[in-house]
């Protein structure tokens, strides 16, 4: 028996089900970041006094990251566009780029990470520092989970394109959402943290 709804939506929703599923996870992704970013909008409100992001933050190295995670959005999305032209080459070529400026990402925040450790800012350092790498570890954490399965549709995934591709083709969509919700998030956090 075939699952219903994985290539033609719900009648109900009017869409297929893995993109219902998606969006109820980012839902409670938004939840995740909204809870954290209200602690931290909180705890600097009522601060007597709150360090500068621009103090203590590289905020040329958080621009060139912005830059990074915003092209691989776009590789993202070209991507799922070579599907929809029935391009799987052209797939592989825009899927390995989205995996491969996210790679850079994660260099450019070790470095940075590294950076911090050597001037002996950790998170117990301060209050701003814990939020710091609360928020930008719990987004690597979800960059390292986007790039784990973009690795899976760029590999072994993608043997369904020969079978379902219809099928394939949302599953890159799907994962495109996700992708889209970890660079919105990061966003947020380059002018809140770097900047203000």
């Known amino acids: 028996m075939q699952i219903p709804y994985t290539v033609e939506p719900r009648p109900d929703t009017g869409v297929y089900n893995a993109k219902l599923g998606i969006w109820l996870f980012l839902a409670s992704e938004v939840m995740l970041f909204g809870a954290l970013f ?37 590789t993202m999305v070209m991507s799922w566009a070579s599907l929809a032209l029935k391009n799987l080459r052209k797939f592989r070529v825009y899927m390995g780029a989205t995996v491969g400026l996210a790679c850079v990402f994660l260099v450019i925040k070790g470095f940075e990470y590294a950076a911090k450790f050597e001037h002996g800012l950790y998170p117990s350092e301060s209050t701003f520092m814990a ?66």
């Open 38 to 74: 209200s602690s931290y909008v909180l705890l600097r409100v009522g601060a007597t006094t709150w360090p500068h992001g621009y103090e203590h933050l590289n905020i040329p190295l958080a621009t060139v990251n912005t830059v990074v995670l915003i092209t691989s959005s776009v």
């Open 131 to 196: 939020i710091y790498f609360t928020l930008t570890g719990l987004h690597g954490l979800h960059i390292i989970g986007g790039i784990v399965v973009n690795c899976y549709l760029l590999g072994p995934g993608s043997k369904m394109w020969k079978t379902d591709p219809a099928r394939f083709t949302n599953r890159v969509e799907i994962a495109g959402l996700y992708w889209h919700f970890v660079d919105l998030v990061w966003i947020f956090l380059f002018p809140v943290l770097y900047l203000l």
